[in-house]
């Protein structure tokens, strides 16, 4: 969880002027890379396309059929609650919460990218929470899923977004 006001100040601004950023309804985008592998090296090779990471089942399979499943989710909250989780959101005027359901991503495929984008940032919310699951097996175990492995992930304002 990053407190994104604190994160403005940290950058020169004052308490009163981060507040006022949040609050003006910027675009938020949260933008990840997944890889899906058997544990060598030899997969770990950048893709250079900018292929998304695929939701649907069966699309995309590798020659040998292997897929991993991996989900993000993005919670915007107010911060007040110390205790947070994901399984217990709880809305309100300033929170915003997005799951993507199961993802897959092809063994081999190289580095997928997966994004998100919160067109306008509710009113009043103060804290990011980004969750990453992912199925597979660590290591590669032979017969197993392929790990799924997670980089670059970021969030970051947009600051006029047009669709």
């Known amino acids: 969880a990053v407190n994104v006001c604190s994160a403005l100040q940290s950058r020169g601004l004052s308490a009163a002027d981060a507040a006022r950023v949040l609050d003006s309804g910027l675009a938020l985008r949260l933008t ?47 911060g007040r609650c110390e205790r947070f989780s994901f399984e217990s959101h709880v809305r309100s005027p300033s929170s915003y919460f997005f799951y993507s359901g199961r993802r897959r991503a092809p063994e081999g495929a190289g580095w997928l990218r997966a994004e998100h984008l919160v067109v306008k940032c509710p009113r009043g919310f103060r804290r990011a929470s980004v969750l990453l699951r992912a ?29």
């Open 135 to 163: 199925r597979g097996a660590a290591g590669g175990a032979a017969g197993a899923a392929p790990a799924v492995r997670f980089g670059s992930v970021e969030l970051y304002f947009v600051p006029a977004y047009e669709p």
């Open 32 to 78: 990840l890379y997944v890889s899906a592998d058997d544990g060598n090296s030899s997969s770990s090779s950048s893709s250079s396309s900018e292929a998304t990471a695929d939701s649907s089942a069966g699309a995309g399979a590798t020659a040998a059929g292997r897929l991993a499943d991996f989900a993000f989710g993005l919670q915007l909250d107010d």
